[in-house]
């Protein structure tokens, strides 16, 4: 049996009843309850589609159809879509996300840097998620969390923003349990681990890459915070970082998910995923 900080956990459903209507604490302190007491609640699958709209932008048509193919990964079994719409919009378009939340009926998570730009899109869409990320505007891809203790006053702002708008916020963040605890203190409903150093870790030592993020792994699930993981996550090394942390809600996965796909196709490439999610 773990031991839980009860006061930071009662602090934080306080916090949150204070904040929102009473239905959507409800439903907080109710999955909540399910992260805790129901390790066996299946993680989610969150395909990230980025990949498929640079193909699609490659040469100007729809083709692929961005919107067909979530559609498709959901009938397939995923539980949620991820995108993640870049200011020079060099893949996903924000009226991809107007479409998308349109037709995806699983969970849309929208990440991005809360620029004025983005809180704007993300208040008018109104996904299920959004999932804040401190990345610059031309960056290639995320490669870091946020320092969520030095941007604590920010970052609560933006998290009452969104919650104002009944919106779920997840804050990405290095396995660090400091930068957890702070991601906490935010407000937020959950963290997203950066999964980038794992990855690569895993590769030369598997073992060494789990350890490395027992201790922010531990501290979200200490605190009563939920937690997601992405970046790089494969068919390889996703089954061990679930079979040590099975409290993660999601994974967004998107590059793997792709490539896996040129080879097995997305129907079976998602089985594939789904069945390294199972406890
Ligand atoms: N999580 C975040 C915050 C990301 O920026 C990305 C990449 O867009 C992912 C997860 C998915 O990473 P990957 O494409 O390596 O699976």
Redesign the pocket.
């Known amino acids: 049996m773990q031991r839980y900080n009860k006061k930071l956990i009662y602090a934080n459903l306080f916090a949150k009843f204070k904040k929102s209507s009473y239905l959507f604490a409800y439903v907080n302190f109710f999955s909540y309850l399910c992260s805790v007491f129901d390790h066996t609640t299946m993680t989610k699958l969150s395909v990230?589609i980025?990949?498929v709209a640079t193909l699609r932008n490659a040469r100007g048509g729809n083709l692929p159809d961005v919107q067909r193919f979530a559609v498709d990964c959901e009938l397939f079994g995923a539980q949620g879509i991820?995108v993640?719409p870049r200011p020079d919009e060099r893949h996903i378009r924000k009226e991809d996300v107007y479409q998308l939340k349109s037709m995806v009926t699983t969970e849309l998570n929208v990440?991005g840097n809360p620029t004025e730009e983005f809180l704007a899109l993300v208040t008018d869409v109104r996904p299920t998620q959004v999932?804040l990320?401190p990345?610059d505007p031309g960056q290639l891809?995320?490669n870091h969390g946020w320092d969520t203790r030095r941007n604590l006053d920010f970052l609560k702002g933006v998290v009452n923003q969104l919650h104002a708008y009944r919106i779920r916020v997840s804050i990405?963040v290095d396995p660090d349990p400091v930068m957890v605890e702070y991601a906490l203190r935010t407000g937020a409903d959950r963290v997203?681990l950066?999964?980038?150093p794992y990855?690569e870790l895993f590769r030369i030592d598997p073992k060494r890459a789990i350890e490395k993020y027992r201790p922010a792994a531990m501290k979200a699930h200490e605190l009563g915070l939920g937690m997601n993981a992405?970046?790089?996550?494969?068919l390889k090394n996703l089954k061990p970082f679930i079979q040590a942390f099975p409290w993660t809600a999601e994974v967004?996965?998107?590059?793997?998910?792709?490539c896996d796909a040129l080879y097995l196709g997305i129907q079976e490439t998602i089985q594939e995923y789904l069945e390294c999610l199972k406890k």
Do not use: M, R
């Open positions: 990230n980025n990949k991820t993640h990440e999932t990320v990345d891809t995320s990405f997203e950066y999964t980038g990855a992405g970046h790089d996550l494969n967004s996965i998107g590059h793997a998910i792709v």
